[in-house]
């Protein structure tokens, strides 16, 4: 069974700094990995998605690469901003023959504060 | 175009009540999916629908819960004799179709089991 796991479960960050979020999963056998942002009592906001061929994905400030072999994959945010302020979660789909390839196994999540 | 809308975005009811919560999916999107976020958890699946069709319903944690999506657009999910544990957030997502599988998510509907 796919197990995903983020550290740190929190993180406090003063604005501008630069910092990384962490992801694994026990099962390298994924077809993309996608990292997601909630705002407190929001849906899920798509930011990267990675497919299981790519070494990494870029957008404006953020930066994801992965690792399937070593079933790990970062999040970079360069530049921090106080609106940066949310849970970021990953989220892997498996690679699989026998059907339900379609179902998202998610981490806990890292709750992200920048301070100004 | 519009993105993925779920209605009520709370809900507050007691024990032993039935609730529905509805998923309008984006305009096109053949795939269809509910999650459950508990406190503090990421999501977790409950149940994949494939145009008017529950393709995979494995995620649902008991017979109280049932989805229907019957013109294999919005989708309902109903959840009947409500229970305190059943409070938690509902999800609902849709993708293009089963082989691009991008889910995009709903802002989520709040229920809160008294």
């Known amino acids: 069974k796919q197990e995903v796991t983020q550290i740190p479960a929190a993180l406090s960050v003063p604005e501008g700094e630069n910092l990384v979020l962490n992801c694994s999963f026990t099962?390298?056998?994924?077809?993309?990995l996608q990292w997601f942002r909630q705002d407190p009592g929001k849906g899920l906001t798509s930011l990267l998605l990675?497919?299981?061929?790519?070494r990494e994905q870029t957008s404006g400030r953020l930066n994801a690469s992965l690792d399937k072999s070593s079933g790990r994959s970062t999040l970079y945010i360069a530049a921090s901003q106080p609106g940066d302020s949310a849970t970021y979660l990953c989220?892997?789909?498996?690679?699989?023959?026998?059907?339900?390839?379609?179902?998202?196994?998610f981490g806990k999540g890292t709750l992200l504060t920048v301070n100004p | 175009g519009a993105g993925v809308s779920q209605t009520p975005s709370n809900k507050v009811t007691e024990k032993g009540k039935y609730v529905e919560l509805r998923c309008d999916p984006i305009?096109?999107?053949?795939?269809l999916y509910w999650y459950r976020q508990s406190l503090g958890q990421g999501p977790e699946f409950l149940i994949y629908f494939q145009g008017t069709g529950a393709a995979d319903d494995s995620g649902l944690p008991n017979d109280r819960f049932f989805a229907v999506r019957p013109e294999g657009s919005v989708s309902t999910l109903k959840i009947q004799r409500t229970e305190r544990g059943d409070s938690a957030v509902y999800l609902c997502?849709?993708?293009?179709?089963?082989?691009?599988?991008?889910?995009?998510f709903g802002p989520g509907t709040r229920l809160t089991v008294l």
């Open positions: 099962d390298s056998a994924i077809y993309n």
């Open positions: 997502a849709s993708s293009l179709d089963y082989d691009n599988n991008e889910q995009f």
């Open positions: 989220a892997v789909r498996p690679r699989n023959s026998g059907g339900s390839n379609y179902k998202l196994t």
């Open positions: 990675i497919q299981s061929s790519q």
């Open positions: 305009s096109g999107h053949t795939a």
